[in-house]
């Protein structure tokens, strides 16, 4: 993917959860982020048999695993849900 990276946005769960987690895991949704919002879909589809949910991703690294929906008209990728098991 070219131009400018997507803008991230946070659910209203979701940035209750990023506020509750540890320095180190805050720093590894970033960088999760940082590569979703160079290329979107670049994290495998959150249900593949679902042929209508493309893009609803989801991004797993380590103990950390994020969901998020790329809504292409707007450019952004946003945080639907973080799940830490620190």
Request: proline residues 7%.
């Amino acid at each position: 993917m070219s131009g400018q990276p997507y803008a991230v946005r946070f659910s209203a769960p979701a940035a209750k959860i990023l506020d509750t987690l540890p320095e180190h895991a805050e720093d590894t949704v970033w960088h999760v982020l940082d590569a979703a919002a160079a290329d979107p879909w670049g994290f495998g589809q959150f249900n593949a048999d679902d042929p209508e949910g493309e893009d609803v991703r989801y991004a797993s690294v380590g103990r950390l695993s994020l969901t998020y929906w790329v809504n292409r008209p707007r450019r952004r990728v946003t945080v639907l849900n973080i799940v830490w098991l620190g």
